[in-house]
């Protein structure tokens, strides 16, 4: 659904298990006059007969709960009623995060922190930031997610081949972007790779504040990759993988090293996709491959192509497989994406170009 055809009315679920707390987010939520909360859920089982019954838009998901938990709600929902999932995290604690970017494996496709109350210096921010995210969440299509023990009907296709010799230069780094519906894709990108892999890459990922060190540790625990929340300064090692921190822009200097900023937000980010990507594209020229995953909007596009002008291998998540395709279809628009994968080929195509013979 493009912006001019929002909805009018965005009619929300709203589960959680604490009645104060249930009760505090009806009151943010319903506080736009846009959201209308159709229903409310104490645990997973309550919320699964509530989507039946009410169809929302949306649904916010709390990830603890007796009977049935988020996770476990969020599998069986996306198995049998499809709907956009915002999951509302305390973010503390490594089960309570654990459960949150489980949750996205599932098929949630954001998460944000709890609002605290009206007294905290941040409530208005954090508020504005749940009803923002519930807003454009409303416009995402969603798939069905089926059962793991469903037998694949066809194999996954397989990449188209890269033609190694278009690229003849040594790859130094691979950049990748990535917003709405990229921790998943690149928990798939990672687990994908060679595990020895030559050189390092760096990642831009839009989440909420707050989230970023717990998506590091999900992503190396379950994809065997070493991930790592970057640090100003620190020498980036090949076969590591560095991801920009909240409230930082992050650019690659040289000598292969991070630099951390507090320059102003780029596409309304900080970390920017394109803040990272034009330093690559300064710094590497035909030394990198850009990589811009699903997302919503158009941050790191243009810079793609900055890339691609340098010589860089330029790659962009097909829209058949981005929860949401925003970002890598305005780079797609742009002629800015040498290649247009889903994640599987992106992995192959990264492992090709980066253990080819010299």
Partial sequence: MSPGSARATIDVLVVEDSPV????????????PRIRV???????????????RRKPDVITMDVHMPQMNGLDATRRIMETSPTPIVVVSGSSGREELSGTFRALEAGALAVVEKPPGAGHPRHEEMARELIQ??????????????????????????????????????????????????????????????????????????????????MA?????????????????????PGHAYIAPDGFQMKIEAGNRIALRTDDPENGHRPSVSYLF?????????????????????????????MKARGAVTI???????????????????????????????????????????
């Fill in 21 to 32: 707390m249930r009760d505090f987010l009806v009151h943010i939520l319903t506080s736009d």
């Fill in 38 to 52: 159709v229903g409310t859920a104490a645990n997973g089982e309550e919320a699964i007969q509530a989507v039946s």
């Fill in 133 to 214: 995210t519930v807003k454009l969440m409303s416009e995402v299509h969603v798939v069905r997610r089926w059962p793991k023990r469903t037998p694949t009907v066809s194999p996954a296709p397989a990449a188209r081949p890269i033609p190694l010799e278009a690229h003849p230069t040594e790859v130094k780094l691979v950049a990748i972007g990535a917003s709405t519906g990229g921790p998943v894709v690149l928990q798939t990108i990672l687990s994908r790779l060679p595990k020895n892999l030559p050189v390092p890459i760096v990642i831009v990922q839009h989440i909420a504040a707050g989230f970023t060190p717990g």
């Fill in 217 to 237: 540790e999900w992503l190396a625990e379950s994809s065997g990759f070493p991930v790592h929340v970057a640090a100003q300064g620190e020498y980036l090692l």
């Fill in 278 to 306: 034009r330093s690559v594209a300064e710094v590497m020229g035909r030394g990198a491959i850009g990589v811009l995953l699903s997302g919503m909007g158009k941050d790191g596009a243009e810079e793609l192509k900055q």
């Fill in 316 to 358: 962009a998540q097909d829209r058949e497989t981005c929860a949401v395709p925003g970002m890598p279809g305005e780079a797609i628009e742009l002629g800015a994406a040498d290649y247009v994968l889903p994640p599987s080929g992106i992995a192959e195509a990264i492992g090709s170009l980066l253990t080819r013979p010299k």
